[in-house]
């Protein structure tokens, strides 16, 4: 893959319909990128998301966006893939049912083929270490360790090529994220982030994301877009 002085590079963008991809994409399109942007419809709980990343993509621009059907309950093994209770109690210290089993493994490993097949050597991704859940595959030791991986599983690496997964909320506070929202002039979008919507399309306001997005908004002074369900 060669290219040439002066043209913009691609690059694909995972691109789930949350606050922090949104966010990441919008970084990825200010710093110049034509963007890929890879959705995953995997039979997920929450995936009235699904429609915020079609806005996103939208707005932003992208060349092309593609909601890949990946039906992830014929796993199971998460509150957010099967009959399990979403916790709604406080973000706890262990890792939440509401983990995907490798979901950032295979989410990196999809988008990698379609960079490579499209002549990308950039990923995106929206992860971050500091207001999260405790998930292992957004430590920052997972997207080093898979960029290293990245290298030895393509063509492009093979000939000493170098892949790069860019992950720029990784060490940024969720108040941070929701203000770089506002400064993207993309914080009027339906950005989702609730796991457990009800019936009639609410955030639930208590599971971990919801807690999360809530906290930053409010430490930031900005106000949330979200519509919640009343609290007992």
């Not at 110049?32 to 959705?39: D, F, K, N, V």
């Not at 060349?63 to 009959?83: C, E, Q, W, Y």
């Amino acid at each position: 893959m060669t290219i040439s002085p002066g043209e913009q590079r691609r690059a694909v963008v995972l691109l789930s319909g949350g606050l922090d991809s949104m966010v990441c994409a919008g970084l990825a399109r200010e710093a110049g990128y034509r963007l890929l942007a890879l959705t995953f419809d995997y039979n997920q709980r929450h995936r009235i998301e699904i429609d915020a990343a079609r806005a996103v993509a939208a707005r932003i621009g992208v060349d092309r966006h593609i909601v890949l059907p990946l039906d992830l309950r014929a796993f199971g093994g998460s509150a957010l893939t099967d009959a399990i209770a979403v916790p709604k109690t406080g973000v706890g210290t262990d890792i939440p049912v509401t983990y995907v089993p490798a979901r950032n493994l295979v989410f990196l490993s999809l988008a990698l083929a379609w960079a490579e097949a499209a002549g990308s050597a950039d990923l995106f991704i929206g992860v971050n270490a500091l207001d999260y859940s405790g998930y292992p595959d957004c430590r920052p030791e997972f997207i080093s360790g898979f960029e290293q991986l990245a290298r030895l599983a393509t063509a492009f690496g093979d000939r000493g090529g170098a892949v790069t997964i860019h992950a720029p909320l990784q060490y940024r506070k969720k108040a941070e994220i929701a203000r770089e929202a506002v400064r993207l002039g993309l914080n009027d979008l339906p950005s989702w982030s609730c796991y457990d919507p009800t019936p009639t399309g609410l955030a639930c306001g208590l599971c971990d994301s919801c807690r999360l997005r809530q906290a930053g908004f409010a430490e930031a002074g900005i106000a949330d877009g979200t519509c919640y369900a009343a609290k007992d």
